[in-house]
């Protein structure tokens, strides 16, 4: 009786090995080798040159942030204008909240500067720098509304 579990056993444990070899790869070509190669190759390409910008979409970018920028120096010194004209009680609190946004403005100018300096993944920084510029663009016109009722 032993042996017939043992050689059930062995049995099984054969059969089970030829089915784990059965179900290996067949052995590539050359040419498949070569093919999936250059495959490998592009897609490795590829994902570095959606890392980069191009020269051309950096500089158009460049030149659409600097702009944006410029408009925000030029709206904060129109607030700063207008607060020293103004007698407000509130003067304390708005001039705190723009050299706050002020300090922001020049921080994004300094992020345009480093990255060509570094030049870290474009997708990243684009994404990142278009949500802060939104950010300081929508903490500028909120700062003018008055939200008492």
Not at 67 to 81: G, T, V, W
Not at 99 to 115: F, G, S, T, V
Request: proline share 1%; charged share 35%; with cysteine.
């Amino acid at each position: 009786m032993k042996k017939i579990s043992y050689i059930i056993i062995i049995a099984t444990a054969l059969a089970a090995g030829n089915i784990f070899m059965a179900c290996q790869s067949t052995p590539s070509t050359p040419e498949e080798t070569a093919a999936q190669a250059k495959v490998d190759s592009a897609k490795s390409e590829l994902k570095e040159a959606q890392k980069e910008a191009t020269a051309e979409e950096w500089a158009a970018f460049k030149i659409e942030s600097e702009e944006k920028i410029r408009i925000n120096e030029l709206s904060i010194a129109d607030f700063k204008d207008r607060m020293s004209t103004s007698e407000s009680q509130f003067d304390a609190l708005y001039v705190e909240k723009i050299d706050k946004l002020e300090k922001q403005n020049k921080n994004l100018k300094a992020k345009i500067e480093n990255y060509e300096k570094r030049k870290s993944n474009w997708a990243s920084f684009k994404s990142e720098f278009n949500h802060d510029m939104e950010e300081l663009g929508k903490a500028l016109s909120d700062l003018t509304v008055d939200n008492k009722k």
